[in-house]
Structure formats: C-alpha cells, structure tokens
C-alpha cells in the first residue's frame, strides 16, 4: 500500500491500519510466511519477534457482527454441533474457519463466505491462547488445532484469587513464556531473536502509554472521549500492540482529544445530562441502537473497562519476564471479586459517573457471573444506580432493543432524580 | 385540567384520564397491547367515558413497551417510573412493588419520597409473566379470570418444576394425563409464576409494604402465591392493570404545570 497517512485524522487512520493488518496477513500466507491466530489478551510480542503475522479471531469475529454478518457464521458453528451456549466469539469463528477450510480444500469460495461482510482473513499456520480473560479461549483454540492440524501454543496463566500476585504466579507465568519462546524456535526453525524481542517490547509499551492517554480523557465534564468510541479503536490495541500501527493511530487521538478539551469541543454533541460506565463487551450487532438509545437520553459513556484491560504496562528491561507477567495476569476478570470491584470503582469515579449499565452477556459467562455480585457491591459502596441486561456480543438472537431500551430509560431516570435532589 | 396516561403493553392497553392530578375520570383497560388497536380502543374508550377530548388533555405521557410507537404523546417514560409513581399515588407506604404484566415481570424498591431505589426485571424468558399463564390456562381448558377460583378450590400445590414455558405446558399435560387434579396443577402453576417474581423481589430487599400490580395482580391465585412466598401481607393496587397508566398520568399533570409555568414566564 502506498498510501501516505500524513495528515490523516484518528479515524481514517484506525480504519487505514486495521485494513492494513489484514493485509499483512495476506500478505505473509501469499509470501508462504506464517500467520498465527491469537486470543486477544495472549502476548503478541513472541510471535512478533519471529515475524509472524497475527491475526485475532475476536476482533475479526466482533467486525462481522457490528457488519451484521454474524448469523450466518453461527449457522454454520450450530451445524457442526457447537451449542448454543459456547461464547459466539468462538462460534462465529469456528464458523469462519470451517467456511475457510472448506475453501481451501475444494478450491471453491462456499456461497456464504463469499456473501459475508467479513473481512477477509487467511487460515493460521498456528495459534497461541492465554486464559488470563476465561478458559473458553482454551478449548476454542484447541479446537482449531485439532481441526486444522497445526501447532496450539498455549499460555496458562492462574487466576488470581487473592491480591497482591504472588512472586510464584508471575514466576510460573514467566517460564510459561519461555516454553512458548522455545516452542516458536521449532516451529519456526531458527533461533529466536532476542535483541527482536527487547525492540517489540519497546513498542508495545509506547502502544500502551498512548492507549492510556486516550482513556484519562473521559475524566473531564463535559467529556471530549464518549467511551463508546473505545468499542472501535480497541481494535488496534488487541492486533497491533506489538507494531507501531497502535502507536501512530492512539497518539493521534489522544492529541485531537486533547485539542479538543481546549477548544471546548465535547463528545456530546447538545449538553450530556448524565454520564454511565458501561460494563461488558459491546453488543456488536446493536452497537448502533445501543448507542443511539442512550444518546436520545442525553446519556454519554465515561466509564468503560476496556482501557484497563489492554493497560499491559511492564519494564520492558526486565529480563526475568516477571514484570511482563504480571502485566498478563492482572487484568481484573482474572483476579478476584474484590479486586475486581476496586477496579471498576476506579472506572466509576475516573468517568465522574452517575450510573453504571451492566451487560450480562450470555457469551461470557466469568465476566456476566461476577457482575451480579459486582453491580450489589458497587451499588453499597456509591449508591449509584444501575441496571443489567440481557445481551450477547455477537448473536443477534440474545438481545432485545425494547428490553434494552426500557432499562436504560429507567436508569436515566433515576439518574436524573438522583441529581434532581 | 385534565391529563393522560397511555400504557402500551405488550399484553393490553391502558388509558386513564385524570382531573388536576387527582380525581380520575376514566381508566379503560383493552385486553390487546402494542401493534394493535389496542391502543386506539383504548383511547376511544376513555374520551367516551369521560366526554372529553384530546384537545381538552394538557399533556399527554406514554409508557409501556409500546411508548414510542405511540405518537400523540408529549413525552415518554418507562413502565418503572410510571409504575412507581401510580402506586406510590395510591399506597403512600408502598416500598416493594411487584408488577406481573404480558412479558415482564418487575420487582421496584421505592424510597420513602416514592424515588425508584433499585428495580429488577425478569431475563429475557416468559417464565414468571402473564404470558406463562395464558399458555398455562389454554391447555388447562380454562381462561385466565377463572384460574383464581379453581386455586382456590386446589386441595395441594402440585409442582411444576420446568422453567420454560414449553417444557411447562408439556409438564401440565402430562400431569393432566395422569389424571391428576386440575385445580392443584393451577395452584401449582400458580406457585411456580410466583416463585419466579419473588426471586426478583427477594434481590432488591424486601420492605413493607409490599403491593402487587400488572394484569396477574386481578389473579388471586397468584396473589395468595406470592404472600405464601414471600412469607408477609401482600396488598393488590387498587384497579391494578391501570397503575402504570395512572402514574404517567400523574407525571403528565406535573409537565403540563411545568410548560405552563414556562408559559407565563
Ligand atoms: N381478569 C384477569 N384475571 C386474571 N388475570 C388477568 C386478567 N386480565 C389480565 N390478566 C393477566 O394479565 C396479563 C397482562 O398483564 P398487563 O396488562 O399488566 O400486561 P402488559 O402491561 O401489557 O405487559 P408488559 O408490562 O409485560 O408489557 C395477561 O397475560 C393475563 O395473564
Ligand atoms: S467467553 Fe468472554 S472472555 Fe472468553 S472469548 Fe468469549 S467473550 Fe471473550
Ligand atoms: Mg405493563
């Protein structure tokens, strides 16, 4: 692509770079290198290191139902006997892989792939999985292994049940690493590139520190950042943190965002009214409705988890890999319900919120669970409002806009008396 | 001056017609709800009872499912806060509200100035709702008014264990099959609506007094249930379909002062 991104705003570039990842991808299978599909909180910086091309099949998954395409990925899940109840992220992939694999050995593009809007994006040569966000990631991508007979790196990584992490967890984690490490120099057939490794570090701490100035944004009221714009650009922190593609992009929309909180110019267009954390994955199919409802409501997301959960800060120097496993352990549905609560709080009060919309995904059963005791302890410590609904980040199927709709008028109803007193 | 609540539901359709924010003057109930006439019937009904117009209405508030799809409204509020206000209207020392309707069943805590603290909705399921019931008294060869009196007449609880309303109604047919005593299957069907609507009272803290409203309140039945339930005195809202019609009727007197006083100013 010779296309110069000078002078292009966050937007186009978030669209330009995530375009071309999937180029890269491409790119690498034509060139007979190899891709790796990816959990999106597993290290990238190994496979990076040894110029793999990565792919990552929530991100991907998640594209093809905010394009509307996903029932026809799940169709096809459901058809190879995937239930209903396995996380549709899977499910549309496991879609997607078979309509691949189906293309691959008959030479013919089956009907459904070629009508989907998804983007399109080449069969892994391997895959890497990392528990630390639930353990549906392990059997997803074990699955694709098997299905596809190709490598399964897998990194475990405990869950935290008390805070602060144990020295043994981040040590167990780190020789984790190592075993991928050595497991990417055989599949590979080269040693791997260590002086590599310490760069690709580098850069996905800048990535990071960028992704972090966005999210400090939401802080200001009125806000300049609505949170539900992170539903989009998070994209390029779960594919691209290890390149320079995250960097460019989140630095240049954390300057607008800056720029902007100067100038007066705020997310919501006509006065906010109320501010509400969003916690859950978006509903990609309804991220429009969703986000149309609470804006007829003069409601703007302030708080949303997803900044913290890609905040992967570690010493890239740190040679023992124990600051870099920590930084892939902590994320707060992988430690406890007290640790869990703390962090939201945070989100809370960084956002300056007046309510909290809680999504109770039937995909994602460790984040959905917690939250009902979650949203009970919040609830005690604000007294904020809040309100749960039924959802699911991909089938279509699970959600009701009317029910939603119901919900969050009540929530912003109640806001609005609370401020009212 | 004269005011108007409209609850489009997803089960019926409510209208009530109130004077200075106090007397009413008509409330009609239409056993259709949203995307039919419904509405329309219900609205002919109230006009004709009370010899008004939509001209003689200061301000006009919607609620229900159906709230949007209405559009002679001057504003839209959800069922939550319009059910809380009707029942606060007419039982001041109300504190846990249970509303059983069509598709929803709620549980509303309010505070002692009437405010929303916290409410609960059913998932997206028909177990616990109105509609569990209508499926329940089809197969039982009866109708939905009747089912209280044959509770009432039920010598035990027969249980009805399946959640799902298929797998219920199928569970009721076999029961019927086996000859078992249709008035104890509706008490049990009856305990099991119940159950599902105390679940939701019981997550947001009971606190007397505890008032029931929506279509399966006028179910005694059900009623009786939830009190056995919950193990307290439950009270059944006034006319208790129209509650939530009732309180949209009462925030639109409350907008109808407020335009007026941006009136004169
Ligand atoms: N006379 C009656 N006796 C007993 N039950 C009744 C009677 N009339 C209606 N119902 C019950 O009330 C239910 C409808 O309740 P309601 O009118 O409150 O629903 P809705 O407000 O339209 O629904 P929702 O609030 O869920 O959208 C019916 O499904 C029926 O089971
Ligand atoms: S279950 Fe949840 S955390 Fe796991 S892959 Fe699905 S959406 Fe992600
Ligand atoms: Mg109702």
């Known amino acids: ?421 | 001056m004269y005011t108007m609540g409209i609850d489009v539901g997803s089960a019926s359709s409510k209208v009530v017609i109130l004077e200075d924010g106090k007397r009413i003057v008509a409330a009609e109930v239409v056993q259709v709800g949203t995307g039919s006439s419904g509405p329309q019937r219900a609205l002919e009904m109230a006009y004709k009872t009370s010899g008004l117009t939509r001209e003689d209405m200061a301000a006009v508030v919607a609620t229900g499912y159906g709230r949007f799809a209405f559009e002679d409204a001057d504003k839209q509020i959800s069922e939550i806060s319009c059910h809380a206000k009707g029942i606060f209207y007419l039982v001041p020392t109300a504190r846990t509200i249970i509303d059983i309707g069509g598709q929803d069943a709620k549980a509303i805590r309010l505070d002692s100035k009437g405010g929303v603290k916290q409410f609960f909705m059913n998932d997206k399921c028909a177990a616990g709702t109105g509609r569990f019931l209508d499926v329940m008294a089809r197969v039982l060869e009866t109708t939905v008014d009747k089912l209280a009196e044959c509770d009432e007449k039920a010598e035990e609880a027969v249980p009805i264990s399946s959640t799902c309303t298929v797998f219920a109604e199928s569970e009721v047919i076999s029961q019927l099959s086996k000859g078992v005593d249709r008035n104890s299957i509706i008490k049990g069907v009856h305990q099991s609506v119940a159950s599902k609507a105390c679940g939701l009272a019981f997550r947001g803290g009971l606190e007397d007094d505890v008032v029931m409203t929506g279509g399966v309140a006028r179910n005694a039945g059900v009623v009786r249930a939830v009190a056995r339930e919950l193990k307290r005195n439950v009270i059944v809202a006034p006319q208790p379909q129209t509650t939530g019609a009732l309180g949209a009727a009462l925030f639109a007197y409350e907008e109808a002062k407020k335009m007026k006083k941006e009136g004169l100013e």
């Not at chain 1, 040590?171 to 040693?191: H, K, T, W």
Request: charge should be negative; aromatic fraction near 10%.
């Open chain 1, 1 to 421: 692509m010779s296309v110069t991104t000078e002078g292009m705003k966050a937007k186009e570039l978030l669209a330009y770079y995530q375009a071309k990842a999937d180029q890269d991808a491409r790119d690498a299978k034509a060139r007979g290198d190899l891709v790796c599909w990816s959990a999106s909180v597993a290290p990238p910086e190994f496979c990076v290191t040894m110029g793999i091309a990565m792919v990552y099949p929530e991100t991907h998954a998640a594209g093809i139902g905010a394009k509307k395409g996903a029932l026809d990925m799940l169709e096809v899940a459901d058809r190879k006997g995937y239930s209903i109840d396995c996380c549709s992220y899977g499910r549309v992939n496991m879609g997607y892989m078979e309509l691949l694999k189906e293309q691959a050995i008959t030479g013919k593009t089956p009907e459904v792939l070629a009508n989907s809007p998804a983007a399109k994006v080449p069969l892994p040569d391997l895959v890497i999985t990392c528990n630390n966000i639930c353990n549906t990631l392990l059997k997803w991508y074990e699955n694709l292994a098997v299905e596809l007979d190709i490598p399964c790196i897998v990194i475990d990584v405990p869950f935290n049940h008390t805070m602060p992490i144990p020295e043994y967890a981040k040590s167990y984690i780190a020789d984790q690493f190592r075993n991928a490490i050595s497991q990417l120099e055989v599949i590979c057939g080269r040693p791997f590139d260590y002086k590599k490794f310490q760069e690709v570090r580098e850069q996905t701490q800048r990535s990071v520190y960028q992704w972090n100035r966005i999210a400090k944004m939401s802080h200001y009221k009125p806000s300049p950042l609505n949170c539900f714009d992170l539903f989009n650009y998070m994209a390029l922190i779960v594919a691209c943190r290890s390149l320079d593609y995250a960097e460019i992009t989140f630095k240049k929309f954390a300057d607008e965002l800056e720029e902007n909180l100067k100038a007066g110019v705020y997310a919501f267009k006509g006065a906010e009214k109320t501010r509400v954390t969003w916690e859950g994955i978006a509903v990609w199919p309804y991220l429009g409705h969703t986000f149309k409802s609470l804006k007829a409501l003069g409601t703007i997301m302030t708080g949303s988890a997803y900044p913290g959960l890609w905040d992967l800060s570690y010493d890239a120097h740190d040679e023992s890999l124990h600051s870099m496993a920590e930084a892939y352990t902590r994320i707060y549905i992988n430690t406890c319900l007290e640790n869990k609560v703390n962090v939201l709080l945070n989100i809370v009060n960084n956002g300056q919120c007046d309510g909290i919309v809680y999504h109770l995904n039937r995909s994602c059963k460790l984040m959905s669970f917690l939250n009902v005791e979650t949203a009970e302890i919040i609830k005690e410590k604000t007294g904020l409002p809040y309100v749960q609904f039924d959802g699911d980040q991909t089938d279509p199927r699970n959600f009701a806009p009317a029910q939603f709709d119901t919900r969050v008028q009540a929530l912003a109803e109640m806001m609005e008396a609370n401020m009212a007193e």
